[in-house]
């Protein structure tokens, strides 16, 4: 009877342990949600809008939509793009998805 009784959990005692490793628990899956998905896309955004701060009139760029083209304007919201000889079109700034590297040749 008596090692049926040393086998008991104690009563109210053992709730403190449990509490402390939840919390612990939930620290390590925020850890992990931060490094994994937070954090990288934050550089992404930050990586984007260099990207779009250092547009200049010249660059070679495609636009999110597919559009091939030559920047000849830029305005605060809005570049002006070159896509043929007499065609220029007006995208937000936005739209930009790259600037592709200089000596890329254009395809018509």
Known sequence: MESLLAMAPPPNGGGSGSLISTVIMFGA?????????????????KEREKLLSNMQKGDKVVTSGGLHGT??????KTVLIQVSDNVKLKYERSAIATILPSGTKESN
């Open 29 to 45: 899956i925020f850890l992990i949600f931060y490094f994994m998905i937070i954090r990288p896309q934050q550089k992404r955004a």
């Open 71 to 76: 920047i000849v304007h830029i305005e605060d």
